[in-house]
């Protein structure tokens, strides 16, 4: 009867990580450069998708990142440090998201979107102070 149980068991786990999509902060970044030369960039994202974006930035110089969408979507935009650390969020309902945030240092950023209902083309944007 155990080796039943197990035998079960072993099989559940097995369709979980086959049927089941990898946690959201999976996402594998590209690397896009300079945060300053980013011309911005259009995404194609299927329900409950996610796209992350790797850019540089110099400190003391202010970003703002943002989203466009759809009416009918509801985007999420999430900043990381080099750290990891979050550094910035737009989780609001609705296809726009704007992040404005200022390096202490110079480092590499990354920008996590995630598209929370429907399919989706999301335009993402950033604009460095001068």
């Given at each position: 009867?155990?080796s039943?149980?197990?035998l079960?068991?072993?099989a559940?786990?097995?369709v979980f990580l086959?049927?089941?999509p990898?946690?959201?902060?999976?996402?594998?970044?590209?690397?896009?450069?300079?945060?300053?030369?980013?011309?911005?960039k259009?995404f194609e994202?299927?329900?409950?998708g996610?796209?992350?974006?790797?850019?540089?930035?110099e400190?003391?110089?202010?970003?703002?990142a943002?989203?466009?969408?759809?009416?009918?979507?509801d985007?999420?935009?999430?900043?990381?440090?080099?750290?990891?650390?979050?550094?910035g969020k737009?989780?609001?309902?609705?296809?726009?998201?704007?992040?404005?945030f200022?390096?202490?240092k110079?480092?590499k950023y990354?920008?996590?979107?995630?598209?929370?209902?429907?399919?989706?083309?999301?335009?993402f944007?950033?604009?460095v102070a001068?």
């Amino acid at each position: 009867m155990r080796s039943m149980t197990r035998l079960v068991t072993a099989a559940t786990a097995a369709v979980f990580l086959v049927l089941c999509p990898a946690r959201g902060d999976d996402a594998k970044p590209t690397d896009e450069g300079k945060g300053a030369e980013f011309k911005g960039k259009k995404f194609e994202m299927k329900d409950k998708g996610q796209v992350a974006v790797v850019l540089s930035f110099e400190a003391g110089k202010e970003f703002e990142a943002t989203t466009d969408g759809p009416k009918e979507t509801d985007v999420h935009l999430f900043v990381y440090d080099e750290a990891g650390k979050e550094v910035g969020k737009d989780d609001s309902t609705g296809p726009k998201c704007s992040v404005k945030f200022t390096p202490t240092k110079d480092g590499k950023y990354k920008f996590l979107i995630k598209n929370a209902k429907g399919d989706n083309t999301v335009e993402f944007q950033v604009k460095v102070a001068k």
